[in-house]
């Protein structure tokens, strides 16, 4: 072997090692094509069958075309393209107005069925803003508001050390994309796969830890997660054990090459199919069970309703009165019935019709008639709801003997005089004010068009859900609320992070990344100032690649020309899927080669100034911002698409990998030797303009370091390898999977987390809810009772006493407020299902502490009626109320990240536990 043969062999292997993947590479490659890419295909499929949202997501760049190089700290990004699933919103040529800058364009959308509600003033043209801001004309009318709740989740989120990610968010006014760039904690994807392949690290399928899961899709959808819910949950939990063991044991768990098919198995199997058909089942029973019900009730309360109004007719004929009446009569109708009184009734709902043979001056009879018949049904009740309590828990009996103060004359100087007021009522207005419920489930619901196939107006189109715009103006609060930190984590938060370390942990370098979200539109054809490359003469890509590029057309993307004095109206275009479909045909030695260039401008080209530079003024130049991005990637890609496309393919091979790579260098330094580097599909525009370089001195700086790599490609390359093994040394001290990252001590073995574990883990829903509605029949009971609070703790006391208030100045009635707390449950679930209280009687009592400061506010609104209950609903949640809500009354602040917590508790938690009863 000759000197130069032993030094193109010594080349090769360098730039061969310098370009291969790696073994983070191979298994981010493997997790975008199977992972990702299905992701973004089931949620794109969800979206385009729902009449609310058009959004298609689409993954580009590097990393979906095998291009990706990574570094020790960083995996580079994904770009997620969003672009209008509809047909009809396909920019076509003709709608398309080119400029001086054959890069930019306009698109006219005057006349447009679509597109014309998004045009501002008397421009004919199509803002850049509609598609940064997501217009509900072109992704749907939920599509600005889920964006928006979607960035906010992920900003707050990310301040806890449980999410072991850090998010930073960006929308820049000349960028194209919206950015979420991330850090993460967790260590690298290898130790990620070596987590899995571990099994007492397989996710922990426990039912008690999902629970509150299923209980929140059903209270989206306004059904009862029942009974018969929890039974056919704990099937699918069984099931989903055994399709997760089986994949360990068959080695497939790790892979994710079987991600999608592990999706299958416990999303899409017949299996599934089957839970979802009981389910279905269940909820077609409960909603006939319902029906019948509300018929058998109305026809009832109609006949009351006759009965008195007849009787009450026949007193003021025979002088009125109440002799002769039974106490048996039913004056008092099921749960959430008003008095009989016409004029009450009508005072309440409006569309009932007074008959004219009733007076507001018979109401003191009425009321004095109710007052005796009401002792009789309430006694009644109560020895008919007994079986509804646990009976583990005594619970204490209102005295039968003692008058309710929920049937108190009108003259009893602590009731207010306005009948309006009362606990049915404030029942009945609790189980209507599914306000955000119904607007959620708009949300993502079908439109009216979508249900009968007919076309919205486009100015319906334009404006949002009232009911929506209302409630996401209050996102933010809320968001902040639900996921935002307490006083204590954020002061943890500002500490040092070698504090937050627990002694033994070692400081762990956190990896970064991140996605670049890219709203576009497709246009059909090919653009004109790309048609030379149709035709030009290449040696690759083959000329049925070159069609299919052609036939599958661009993307415009919002990004303007420095030079542009309206930027407001102009797109650029976007090469995107063009590149996708060109990369198909790239072989390794292609791909190797790439990457490889993209190493060398990682840790070379793209550094500031060496010290060992001799220009002075190069030194000074490389600390401004304007040289740190003078080189960017695109650059590398247009000089690689160049140079294989000039080459024969056969050319790139294992054994010319040095040849290769010193023509890409010397492309590299022709054009920026010359300033002049042609966009690979639009020969016409050069990509060294003041559009990407803002200082063109740059490029003579990176003459020089261009030189010198094709001087001394191993010198180069050994001071990269020294720089990167810096980023890596705090690593690799700690690292224990042989990938040279560590993680953070997990969130189960932290105290919290022991905590949250140990208090929480095995209880059921209804086991919960059971021991609630016996706790709160205990309250109700000493409530209602007048004897002394001897013997009970200050913080039950004080509980009992606000109970006794809100009796006594509400008139509230002991069935009332059994099913009032029977309707805050929903809400009080989950405060009691975080809480680390390890006593269930505190938990429950924290719950019930909630609930009476809720009533309390309901009841001092002026406006309380069963038809405000949306709107009082949404006051609570507003942060600009005059009289305040604080919200941890229904969620305690952080509750999101709480839950979060014992989802990653519930990971990390093996082996899985078996239900236990509770205390």
Same mark, same amino acid.
């Given at each position: 072997?000759?000197?130069?043969?032993?030094?193109?062999?010594?080349?090769?292997?360098?730039?061969?090692?310098?370009?291969?993947?790696?073994?983070?590479?191979?298994?981010?490659?493997?997790?975008?094509?199977?992972?990702?890419?299905?992701?973004?295909?089931?949620?794109?499929?969800?979206?385009?069958?729902?009449?609310?949202?058009?959004?298609?997501?689409?993954?580009?760049?590097?990393?979906?075309?095998?291009?990706?190089?990574?570094?020790?700290?960083?995996?580079?990004?994904?770009?997620?393209?969003?672009?209008?699933?509809?047909?009809?919103?396909?920019?076509?040529?003709?709608?398309?107005?080119?400029?001086?800058?054959?890069?930019?364009?306009?698109?006219?959308?005057?006349?447009?069925?679509?597109?014309?509600?998004?045009?501002?003033?008397?421009?004919?043209?199509?803002?850049?803003?509609?598609?940064?801001?997501?217009?509900?004309?072109?992704?749907?009318?939920?599509?600005?508001?889920?964006?928006?709740?979607?960035?906010?989740?992920?900003?707050?989120?990310?301040?806890?050390?449980?999410?072991?990610?850090?998010?930073?968010?960006?929308?820049?006014?000349?960028?194209?994309?919206?950015?979420?760039?991330?850090?993460?904690?967790?260590?690298?994807?290898?130790?990620?796969?070596?987590?899995?392949?571990?099994?007492?690290?397989?996710?922990?399928?426990?039912?008690?830890?999902?629970?509150?899961?299923?209980?929140?899709?059903?209270?989206?959808?306004?059904?009862?997660?029942?009974?018969?819910?929890?039974?056919?949950?704990?099937?699918?939990?069984?099931?989903?054990?055994?399709?997760?063991?089986?994949?360990?044991?068959?080695?497939?768990?790790?892979?994710?090459?079987?991600?999608?098919?592990?999706?299958?198995?416990?999303?899409?199997?017949?299996?599934?199919?089957?839970?979802?058909?009981?389910?279905?089942?269940?909820?077609?029973?409960?909603?006939?069970?319902?029906?019948?019900?509300?018929?058998?009730?109305?026809?009832?309360?109609?006949?009351?309703?006759?009965?008195?109004?007849?009787?009450?007719?026949?007193?003021?004929?025979?002088?009125?009165?109440?002799?002769?009446?039974?106490?048996?009569?039913?004056?008092?109708?099921?749960?959430?019935?008003?008095?009989?009184?016409?004029?009450?009734?009508? =005072?309440?709902?409006?569309?009932?019709?007074?008959?004219?043979?009733?007076?507001?001056?018979?109401?003191?009879?009425?009321?004095?008639?109710?007052?005796?018949?009401?002792?009789?049904?309430?006694?009644?009740?109560?020895?008919?709801?007994?079986?509804?309590?646990?009976?583990?828990?005594?619970?204490?009996?209102?005295?039968?003997?003692?008058?309710?103060?929920?049937?108190?004359?009108?003259?009893?100087?602590?009731?207010?005089?306005?009948?309006?007021?009362?606990?049915?009522?404030?029942?009945?207005?609790?189980?209507?004010?599914?306000?955000?419920?119904?607007?959620?489930?708009?949300?993502?619901?079908?439109?009216?068009?979508?249900? *009968?196939?007919?076309?919205?107006?486009?100015?319906?189109?334009?404006?949002?859900?009232?009911?929506?715009?209302?409630?996401?103006?209050? *996102?933010?609060?809320?968001?902040?609320?639900?996921?935002?930190?307490?006083?204590?984590?954020?002061?943890?938060?500002?500490?040092?992070?070698?504090?937050?370390?627990?002694?033994?942990?070692?400081?762990?370098?956190?990896?970064?990344?991140?996605?670049?979200?890219?709203?576009?539109?497709?246009?059909?054809?090919?653009?004109?100032?790309?048609?030379?490359?149709?035709?030009?003469?290449?040696?690759?890509?083959?000329?049925?690649?070159?069609?299919?590029?052609?036939?599958?057309?661009?993307?415009?993307?919002?990004?303007?020309?420095?030079?542009?004095?309206?930027?407001?109206?102009?797109?650029?275009?976007?090469?995107?899927?063009?590149?996708?479909?060109?990369?198909?045909?790239?072989?390794?030695?292609?791909?190797?080669?790439?990457?490889?260039?993209?190493?060398?401008?990682?840790?070379?080209?793209?550094?500031? =100034?060496?010290?060992?530079?001799?220009?002075?003024? =190069?030194?000074?130049?490389?600390?401004?911002?304007?040289?740190?991005?003078?080189?960017?990637?695109?650059?590398?890609?247009?000089?690689?698409?160049?140079?294989?496309?000039?080459?024969?393919?056969?050319?790139?091979?294992?054994?010319?990998?040095?040849?290769?790579?010193?023509?890409?260098?010397?492309?590299?330094?022709?054009?920026?030797?010359?300033?002049?580097?042609?966009?690979?599909?639009?020969?016409?525009?050069?990509?060294?303009?003041?559009?990407?370089?803002?200082?063109?001195?740059?490029?003579?700086?990176?003459?020089?370091?261009?030189?010198?790599?094709?001087?001394?490609?191993?010198?180069?390359?050994?001071?990269?390898?020294?720089?990167?093994?810096?980023?890596?040394?705090?690593?690799?001290?700690?690292?224990?999977?042989?990938?040279?990252?560590?993680?953070?001590?997990?969130?189960?073995?932290?105290?919290?987390?022991?905590?949250?574990?140990?208090?929480?883990?095995?209880?059921?829903?209804?086991?919960?809810?059971?021991?609630?509605?016996?706790?709160?029949?205990?309250?109700?009971?000493?409530?209602?009772?007048?004897?002394?609070?001897?013997?009970?703790?200050?913080?039950?006391?004080?509980?009992?006493?606000?109970?006794?208030?809100?009796?006594?100045?509400?008139?509230?009635?002991?069935?009332?407020?059994?099913?009032?707390?029977?309707?805050?449950?929903?809400?009080?679930?989950?405060?009691?299902?975080?809480?680390?209280?390890?006593?269930?009687?505190?938990?429950?009592?924290?719950?019930?502490?909630?609930?009476?400061? *809720?009533?309390?506010?309901?009841?001092?609104?002026?406006?309380?009626?069963?038809?405000?209950?949306?709107?009082?609903?949404?006051?609570?949640?507003?942060?600009?109320?005059?009289?305040?809500?604080?919200?941890?009354?229904?969620?305690? =602040?952080?509750?999101?990240?709480?839950?979060?917590?014992?989802?990653?508790?519930s990971i990390e938690r093996q082996p899985a536990q078996d239900d236990k009863p509770l205390d």
């Amino acid at each position: 072997m000759t000197p130069e043969q032993e030094n193109t062999h010594k080349l090769n292997a360098l730039f061969r090692s310098m370009g291969q993947r790696g073994k983070e590479g191979e298994l981010w490659k493997e997790h975008t094509e199977h992972c990702v890419v299905y992701i973004l295909r089931g949620v794109s499929k969800f979206l385009s069958r729902n009449g609310n949202n058009s959004m298609m997501f689409q993954a580009y760049g590097s990393a979906a075309e095998d291009l990706k190089s990574m570094a020790p700290n960083d995996v580079g990004d994904l770009d997620i393209v969003i672009t209008p699933s509809s047909d009809a919103l396909i920019i076509q040529d003709e709608m398309i107005e080119y400029s001086e800058n054959p890069m930019h364009v306009r698109i006219k959308a005057v006349g447009h069925k679509n597109l014309h509600s998004c045009v501002v003033g008397d421009t004919q043209y199509l803002p850049s803003s509609a598609l940064k801001n997501f217009h509900s004309a072109i992704y749907g009318k939920s599509a600005p508001y889920f964006m928006k709740t979607v960035i906010q989740m992920l900003q707050v989120m990310s301040r806890t050390e449980e999410m072991k990610v850090a998010v930073d968010w960006k929308n820049r006014d000349g960028s194209s994309a919206l950015q979420i760039d991330y850090k993460q904690h967790f260590g690298a994807m290898s130790s990620e796969v070596e987590r899995l392949s571990n099994p007492n690290t397989l996710i922990n399928l426990d039912v008690a830890n999902w629970e509150w899961y299923m209980h929140a899709l059903c209270c989206s959808r306004g059904i009862e997660y029942s009974k018969e819910h929890a039974r056919v949950f704990k099937e699918y939990c069984d099931y989903a054990k055994e399709v997760q063991m089986s994949f360990f044991e068959k080695g497939l768990l790790a892979k994710p090459g079987t991600f999608p098919l592990l999706m299958q198995e416990i999303a899409f199997s017949d299996r599934v199919r089957n839970f979802r058909e009981k389910v279905l089942e269940i909820e077609s029973r409960m909603k006939n069970e319902s029906g019948r019900k509300e018929e058998f009730g109305s026809s009832r309360e109609a006949q009351q309703k006759d009965s008195q109004v007849a009787e009450k007719c026949n007193e003021k004929k025979s002088g009125g009165g109440n002799e002769g009446r039974s106490l048996s009569t039913p004056f008092l109708e099921h749960e959430g019935e008003k008095s009989e009184c016409p004029s009450l009734q009508t =005072a309440i709902d409006p569309t009932i019709e007074e008959p004219s043979g009733c007076s507001e001056n018979e109401m003191p009879k009425l009321t004095t008639e109710i007052t005796k018949g009401e002792k009789h049904v309430i006694n009644k009740n109560k020895s008919e709801n007994k079986g509804l309590m646990n009976e583990e828990i005594p619970i204490l009996k209102p005295n039968e003997e003692q008058q309710n103060p929920g049937s108190t004359a009108p003259e009893d100087p602590f009731i207010e005089a306005d009948p309006q007021e009362g606990g049915k009522d404030l029942k009945t207005l609790l189980s209507q004010t599914d306000h955000f419920r119904r607007v959620f489930q708009d949300f993502f619901g079908p439109s009216k068009a979508a249900a *009968t196939n007919t076309e919205e107006d486009p100015k319906e189109q334009q404006t949002p859900n009232k009911d929506l715009k209302t409630l996401l103006s209050q *996102t933010d609060h809320f968001v902040q609320h639900f996921f935002g930190l307490s006083k204590a984590a954020a002061t943890n938060t500002e500490q040092d992070p070698k504090e937050q370390q627990t002694p033994n942990s070692t400081p762990v370098t956190p990896i970064a990344g991140g996605f670049d979200v890219v709203p576009a539109l497709k246009c059909s054809g090919w653009p004109k100032v790309a048609m030379e490359w149709i035709n030009r003469e290449r040696n690759w890509p083959s000329p049925d690649i070159v069609a299919k590029v052609v036939h599958e057309g661009f993307h415009l993307v919002v990004k303007s020309s420095k030079k542009d004095i309206a930027p407001e109206c102009n797109f650029r275009l976007s090469f995107s899927h063009a590149e996708y479909l060109v990369s198909k045909e790239m072989n390794d030695t292609q791909r190797d080669c790439y990457r490889c260039l993209k190493t060398f401008h990682r840790g070379y080209l793209k550094n500031e =100034a060496e010290t060992s530079s001799s220009s002075e003024e =190069a030194k000074s130049l490389m600390k401004t911002t304007e040289m740190s991005k003078g080189l960017v990637t695109f650059h590398l890609k247009n000089i690689f698409l160049k140079t294989i496309e000039s080459t024969d393919p056969e050319m790139w091979n294992d054994d010319n990998r040095t040849e290769c790579m010193r023509m890409l260098f010397g492309n590299l330094l022709e054009a920026l030797t010359q300033r002049d580097l042609r966009h690979y599909f639009v020969d016409s525009y050069n990509l060294f303009c003041e559009d990407y370089i803002d200082n063109p001195e740059i490029l003579d700086y990176l003459t020089e370091k261009v030189v010198k790599i094709i001087d001394d490609p191993e010198g180069v390359a050994k001071c990269i390898e020294e720089k990167e093994k810096k980023l890596q040394k705090g690593d690799n001290a700690g690292k224990g999977s042989g990938d040279g990252q560590s993680s953070p001590p997990s969130l189960a073995n932290s105290e919290q987390g022991r905590a949250a574990v140990q208090g929480n883990s095995g209880y059921r829903y209804h086991d919960l809810k059971d021991t609630y509605l016996a706790v709160g029949q205990e309250l109700i009971g000493m409530a209602f009772n007048e004897d002394p609070l001897l013997d009970v703790p200050d913080t039950e006391r004080c509980l009992v006493e606000n109970l006794r208030e809100l009796v006594i100045k509400y008139k509230i009635t002991a069935e009332d407020f059994s099913q009032i707390i029977k309707c805050f449950w929903n809400s009080a679930y989950y405060r009691v299902w975080v809480n680390p209280e390890p006593d269930m009687r505190k938990r429950m009592l924290d719950a019930f502490q909630g609930v009476t400061e *809720t009533l309390k506010y309901i009841y001092r609104q002026p406006d309380y009626t069963v038809q405000n209950a949306e709107a009082i609903a949404a006051r609570m949640f507003d942060p600009h109320a005059e009289d305040r809500f604080d919200l941890n009354n229904l969620y305690p =602040a952080g509750l999101g990240i709480k839950l979060f917590a014992r989802f990653i508790n519930s990971i990390e938690r093996q082996p899985a536990q078996d239900d236990k009863p509770l205390d």
